[in-house]
């Protein structure tokens, strides 16, 4: 059920959630996030995962556009109308679409159940301390684009569910069962315990390259943070530290580029880059 609002005042206490990110951690807590943006907001409301949408903020152009689709959810969702300048008055900065939505997780995934749900070989994303919302988005952008199971957010890292990070991700946040973790070492363990190779990305090994690494089974890489890398009890628990081989000019990569590189070499030893691109190369159906 869709009910609307045209703003005539700026300063309702139910625009706070979108006027600034001063209750982030709070709504950590609560499961509450707030989205923005067309493609973003398009991957939400196509997610099979179980999301309520609470209210929107948005020009009458996005009214119209979402209308029909939002009548038809089961939830009562508020749309709060204005125009362009409104909004940038509500949120303080630019916006460039027009929209913003804000929802709730209604229930988080669990490890037992993704593992339960998935088949082998599979394959896991692990973060330590990663503590950039941009980076931790690109993170999941890439996990999801070279067909990650799940990410693992150890009790260090940055929530997926930022705005910043959910812009960064492109909306694939909603499409990635994201895990939030007590202890991420105890994870691991666990994970090594039901079979799976930990390994762990480090730019400062001489024992094995991506390329000789193997990928072909059960498999978590654990990516460390921007300025850290990997913790040393991190470091301690994986089977072993694999580097990407590179210039000597240059010390490291960002922590997005080599979760692409990694996972591009998972897909490569798998297979499942030929499959890609015999689709690619496909000639498209005539109408």
Same mark, same amino acid.
């Given at each position: ?17 979108? @006027? ?11 499961? %509450?996030? =707030?989205?923005?943006?067309?493609? =973003?907001?398009?991957?939400? %409301? ?8 609470? *209210?929107? %903020?948005?020009? @009458?152009?996005?009214?119209?556009? #979402?209308?029909?689709? $939002?009548? &038809? ?27 913003? =939505? ?8 669990? $490890? ?5 749900? *998935? &088949? *082998? ?17 690109? &993170? ?16 260090? *890292? ?17 499409? !990635? ?6 202890? #991420?070492?105890?994870? #691991? ?51 072993? #530290? =694999? ?15 080599? &979760?692409?590189?990694? !996972? ?24």
């Amino acid at each position: 059920m869709l009910y609307i609002h045209h703003l005539e005042a700026t300063d309702l206490p139910e625009l706070e959630p979108f @006027r600034s990110l001063r209750r982030r951690k709070d709504m950590q807590r609560e499961n %509450l996030f =707030v989205a923005e943006g067309s493609k =973003v907001i398009r991957r939400l %409301l196509d997610s099979s995962f179980p999301f309520e949408l609470i *209210s929107f %903020l948005m020009t @009458r152009e996005w009214l119209e556009e #979402l209308r029909l689709e $939002l009548e &038809v959810r089961p939830e009562a969702i508020h749309a709060y109308v204005t125009d362009k300048n409104g909004i940038e008055e509500i949120i303080g900065h630019s916006s460039y679409q027009g929209v913003k =939505v804000y929802a709730r997780i209604l229930h988080s995934p669990n $490890l037992d159940g993704l593992l339960a749900e *998935s &088949v *082998s070989p599979r394959l896991l994303v692990a973060c330590d301390g990663l503590a950039n919302a941009e980076n931790m988005g690109t &993170v999941v952008r890439n996990s999801a684009a070279f067909g990650a199971q799940g990410i693992l957010i150890g009790e260090t *890292s940055f929530s997926p569910f930022l705005t910043r990070t959910i812009r960064a991700s492109m909306g694939t946040i909603f499409e !990635l069962p994201a895990i939030h973790l007590e202890n #991420l070492v105890d994870t #691991l363990k666990d994970l090594k315990w039901q079979g799976f190779q930990v390994f762990g990305a480090h730019p400062h090994t001489e024992k094995r390259t991506i390329a000789k690494a193997d990928f072909t089974a059960d498999t978590c890489i654990v990516f460390g943070s921007e300025g850290h890398g990997l913790c040393e009890a991190v470091q301690g628990v994986c089977h072993e #530290l =694999v580097a990407i081989p590179m210039s000597r000019e240059v010390d490291s990569l960002n922590v997005g580029s080599s &979760v692409a590189v990694f !996972l591009y070499e998972v897909a490569r030893q798998r297979g499942r880059m030929q499959s890609v691109i015999r689709d690619h190369e496909k000639p498209s159906k005539s109408r």
